[in-house]
């Protein structure tokens, strides 16, 4: 049920707007079709317990022969209706036709009751009447305006049908007919409003349950989609027996509350396995750096998706897994994570594929570039190491050799070392390297390496190394001819598998103005696929939710659930029991104004048609007082201002307001209080009447007026009362069922007993004075067992809404706690797919990708103008780097790298940004680098080379995308590591300008050569000194 009847109430008319099909499927299933079913047999039992009555009370068929064949044929109309309403096709269609026939008959079978088995009076049916009202506000198909227009139709039909017929009988003197007519009207009146107020609150509870259910669909859709988007990206950057392990330990890191404990043993989690026999390929595009000095950015990042696209499905066709891109370095392995009796010859087909793959790119483009290809078979140790920036790579020996094999090699040829030939099985054609001495490693270690022979291609092909010169090239730039020719490879552009058909509701985002358009758009093509994509997962939703709506009918629910216990409603999870127990309920103010409308109306009847006395007023007037105690503190809160306003005395009530609505241990009691005050004053000024003394005046005796029959005829209306004390437990909405049974079991008990024994004599006085013993009225016309049968009537009818009741309470709160824990889950989820794709790109590029719908063919690429790139090694680890038994075959080494690398990404935390920043952190690293030396007793130097400039930032590559930067920075940057001294920082002579003006002090080392830079001038930043100065805006 609602939180906030509030809210409900006031805006009901918003929330009674058009909710489309799903709703009105929703409501047959969960409220039509269980409640009519309810209202047939309650119906049909009444019938049945009428003829039983009636003839178990000694009345014969021959003096009420027009009730009992009202009766048997009410028994075959209902029956009939009764099988149509069990036909689930037929509720859907035809229900409201159902319920307008079923109203109509109930109608009829009140006049019938009136007019059959005696005496019309003026309280006749009046019980019948307010069943129908009841009824086809809380168990007919019927919509509230229609609701509200049938039953105050039933009601001023029934109270003009009456004063007619009555006014023309004149049972009575005229003035308490007049009285009897306007308690009757006051009856009907508070039903239509209970009815109303019933359907209007439950209603409106159940659209919020509807809502409920449908946001715990789309929740569980979302995180079917999130965890869908979160496998295939873990799957993009890890193989699945690495990932599984890490996903797991990232949902507990992400779950933890508090600080994670320290680790024990002082070690990060190691994620790195060991396998044998397989092969290693590296590859390298000759010729593409002074190529990508010529591109612009788009063009840059296009050229290497392609290419390196197209290398992955390669690497795919080849059963190789590509491990990494460096640059224009290309690199894998086959054989892993599974092993391969084929891993060499896969290598060596997947590099004979790639050298032809470049030669028809040279061929048809006329570039000078070339495929340089090294393979080498092995044993590697697999995993990722460090915190951040997982990337799945490989360690061993054999993989520093597979790298200097590609350093070593021929452009367009495969070199392969002995190790590898060993497994080809003759299946290919060699010849022997004698270009070893190229490679300083390879000659070093004395190592026997071969070149491949392609058997597809042929002399011509196979020789041809420089570019064609044919006159068809055309005459344009080299990067537009290569971006032209590679679109046609159609390569798959990164994080596709993460595109808008994945997400639960499509909707067109555009770009970042940081980047640029889109290199080829496709608008048309991309409209129809969203359009496509739209409606199928608007069907997909669909599906699903008309799947849900039929899981979600009552009758199903309540036996199926596993939430549930079958018979009590509660909760099988003990902690959600308790939590639904002590839930806040807003509302109790508005059950309680409800309570006391019904109260009112109790009152006024009596005071029309009772025998007032001293008594009479005493008690209403201590009750009257009573209520409006209890409606001003439920009421406080809204009313605060001006209490706050008034004496200190009163500044209490508002928080007594809001105790009363979140405090059970307070609020039930008082509303357990408040329903048997009604229950009590329903009943308390029958015990006040005059003794028993049956006044002898017959119906056509002289119409004087005479105290005594308003005493008589009193007695049907204290019945009424009765039966309105107990629609009082209905208004009361949320509490419990089992609270609810045993005040209307104990009000049905004590009332069956005040009118069928201990003032039963009232009704046997009425039956005398009105019938003079000439015959016998119908059970309908006696007060005590029409009172009776009213009361049980309505006992078993609020019992059966009020358990109804319940479920959908609770039925509520179970998918909003569901919903909760999904949203907990999806968040999860969420922060798991932003740490896994912040580990692969930055924060800023991976909002790029995911959670959002992009165009599948739009790459992001970025130039920027002056970025500072650094490049750290530690040269000696090489030498510190062994693979034996008692380090596990070099996995204890790695564990050692592996916590420099930790320590590393943990300083990486802090805010560097910009060239100053960089050099404190390079500065923090050799700290942290002396730091894990002095724990390790090992004497590791970092080597540094950091320089600033222009580069180019995107990401590329379809099976494993990967954020990577280009450039001539880079390439320096690079060049600054590999040539610089251990232990110191290197840097250029335009970044030492900078930093000399950021108060740093720079060491001029001189001119070296830097590989592809000629000779270049270089400076060692001092590390040994506080940086002097701020930083200033030096670079904006």
């Keep these: 049920m609602p939180e906030n009847s509030q809210t409900q109430l006031g805006h009901y008319r918003q929330r009674c707007e058009k909710e489309g099909p799903l709703y009105e499927t929703y409501y047959r299933l969960t409220q039509q079709y269980p409640v009519i079913l309810l209202l047939l047999l309650i119906v049909l039992a009444v019938c049945c317990a009428l003829i039983i009555i009636t003839f178990a009370t000694g009345r014969t068929f021959s003096d009420n022969v027009g009730f009992l064949v009202t009766l048997f044929c009410a028994l075959g109309v209902f029956s009939i209706l009764f099988i149509p309403v069990c036909i689930k096709k037929v509720v859907q269609k035809c229900m409201q036709i159902i319920g307008v026939v079923i109203l109509g008959c109930l109608v009829t079978l009140g006049y019938v009751f009136i007019f059959t088995s005696g005496l019309v009076s003026a309280w006749d049916q009046i019980y019948w009447t307010l069943f129908v009202i009841i009824s086809l506000y809380t168990m007919l198909p019927l919509g509230m305006k229609w609701a509200i227009f049938a039953g105050l139709s039933c009601f001023v039909a029934h109270i003009i049908v009456l004063s007619v017929y009555v006014s023309t009988v004149r049972l009575l003197p005229r003035d308490d007919v007049a009285l009897q007519m306007i308690a009757d009207a006051v009856i009907l009146l508070c039903g239509n409003v209970i009815g109303g107020y019933h359907k209007c609150v439950t209603e409106s509870a159940l659209k919020d349950t509807y809502h409920e259910a449908i946001n715990f669909i789309h929740s569980r859709l979302k995180l079917v989609s999130q965890e869908r988007q979160q496998e295939r990206l873990l799957l993009s950057i890890l193989p699945a027996y690495i990932a ?241 020719y590679l679109e046609s490879w159609g390569a798959e552009k990164p994080f596709a598998h993460l595109s808008h058909r994945d997400s639960l509701v499509p909707e067109p985002h555009s770009i970042s103005h940081s980047m640029d358009l889109p290199m080829s758009p496709l608008s048309q093509t991309w ?125 209490w009530l508002p928080s007594l307001s809001i105790a009363l609505s979140s405090r059970p241990w307070l609020r039930v009691p008082l509303g357990v209080f408040t329903i048997l005050t009604v229950l009590v004053m329903a009943v308390f000024n029958l015990f006040f009447l005059p003794d028993n003394n049956c006044p002898q005046q017959s119906w056509n005796s002289s119409l004087s007026p005479d105290p005594e029959p308003q005493m008589l005829y009193s007695l049907p209306y204290y019945m009424y009362c009765c039966i309105l004390g107990l629609l009082a437990c209905s208004a009361f909405l949320l509490m419990n069922f089992e609270a609810k049974l045993i005040l209307l079991s104990i009000a049905l008990v004590i009332y069956n007993v005040i009118f069928l024994e201990t003032h039963s004599w009232l009704s046997d006085c009425y039956v005398n004075w009105l019938y003079m013993n000439h015959s016998r009225p119908g059970i309908l016309k006696e007060p005590k067992v029409m009172g009776s049968i009213s009361l049980f009537i309505f006992f078993f009818t609020l019992l059966a809404l009020s358990r109804q009741n319940e479920y959908y309470c609770r039925l509520d709160f179970l998918w909003k706690r569901k919903f909760k824990m999904e949203r907990e889950r999806i968040e999860t989820m969420e922060n798991l797919n932003r740490v896994l794709l912040e580990n692969v790109l930055p924060a800023d590029v991976a909002q790029q990708f995911i959670g ?102 995107g990401v590329i590559g379809a099976q494993k995308p990967q954020y990577d930067i280009w450039g001539n920075t880079v390439n320096v940057a690079s060049r600054m590591d590999s040539t610089g001294v251990l232990g110191k920082i290197q840097v250029t002579e335009e970044t030492t300008k900078v930093l000399e003006k950021l108060g740093y002090k720079c060491e001029r080392r001189g001119v070296i050569k830097v590989k592809g830079k000629g000779q270049l001038c270089t400076y060692f930043v001092s590390t040994d000194m506080a940086r002097s100065g701020s930083q200033g805006n030096v670079l904006n």
């Excluded at 350093?407 to 040829?413: C, D, E, I, L, N």
């Excluded at 209890?630 to 500044?651: M, N």
């Excluded at 034996?884 to 790695?894: A, F, I, M, P, V």
């Excluded at 030396?933 to 090992?938: G, I, M, T, V």
């Design 527 to 651: 409209s129809q696929e969203k359009s496509r994509s739209t409606r199928e997962t608007n069907e997909s939703l669909n599906d699903n939710n008309f799947h849900i709506m039929e899981v979600l009918a009552s009758q199903r629910q309540w036996k199926r659930s596993k939430d549930f216990n079958r018979i009590t409603l509660y909760f099988n999870d003990k902690a959600a029991e308790k939590e639904y127990r002590l839930s806040d309920l807003p509302s109790f103010k508005y059950y309680t104004a409800c309570c006391f409308f019904i109260f009112a109306c109790n009152f006024i009847v009596q005071i029309l048609v009772s025998h007032k006395n001293a008594a009479f007023g005493i008690s209403y007037g201590i009750s009257f007082f009573f209520f409006l105690l209890l409606l001003f503190t439920c009421f406080a809160g809204h009313l605060a201002r001006c209490i706050l306003k008034g004496p200190q005395l009163l500044h």
């Design 852 to 953: 959002q719908n992009r165009r599948n063919e739009d790459l992001y690429y970025q130039s920027y103008d002056c970025v500072c790139v650094l490049f750290a090694s530690i040269p000696d680890f090489k030498e510190f780097y062994t693979e034996c038994d008692e380090n596990h075959e070099g996995l204890e080494c790695l564990r050692l790298l592996n916590e420099i690398i930790a320590d590393f990404d943990e300083d990486g935390d802090r805010n560097y940004n910009h060239i100053g920043i960089m050099v404190e952190f390079a500065i923090a690293l050799i700290g942290k680098l002396d730091l894990i030396n002095k724990h390790s007793f090992n004497n590791f130097k970092l080597r540094v080379g950091i320089n600033h400039g222009p580069v180019v930032a």
């Design 244 to 484: 599984t392990e890490m996903k797991a330990e990232i949902i507990e890191r992400l779950k933890e509350k508090r600080p994670q404990p320290e680790n024990t043993n002082n070690f990060h989690n190691l994620y790195i396995k060991r396998h044998k026999d397989v092969s290693i390929l590296y590859a390298d595009i000759v010729g593409f750096t002074l190529l990508s000095s010529e591109c612009s950015p788009k063009e840059l990042v296009l050229m290497l998706n392609e290419l390196f696209g197209k290398f992955d499905q390669i690497a795919k066709d080849n059963e190789c897994m590509r491990i990494k891109i460096l640059g224009d370095c290309y690199y894998c392995v086959s054989g892993l994570p599974e092993f391969l009796p084929n891993h060499a010859k896969n290598c060596v087909l997947m590099g004979l594929d790639m050298c032809q793959a470049i030669r028809k790119l040279r061929k048809a483009t006329g570039v000078d570039i070339n495929m340089r290809v090294g393979v080498h078979s092995g044993n590697v140790l697999c995993g990722v190491i460090g915190l951040q920036k997982w990337q799945y790579d490989v360690w061993s020996h054999d993989v520093t050799l597979a790298n200097h094999m590609e350093a070593g090699g021929v452009p367009g040829r495969v070199h392969i070392t002995e190790a590898t030939l060993s497994h080809l099985e003759n299946e290919y054609e060699v010849e022997d390297a004698t270009l070893a001495q190229r490679d300083l490693y390879l000659k070093e270690n004395n190592i026997k390496t071969y070149l491949v022979i392609d058997p597809r291609a042929n002399d011509g092909e196979a020789e041809d190394i420089l570019p064609s010169k044919s006159a068809e090239v055309p005459k344009m730039r080299a990067s537009v001819r290569m971006t032209r």
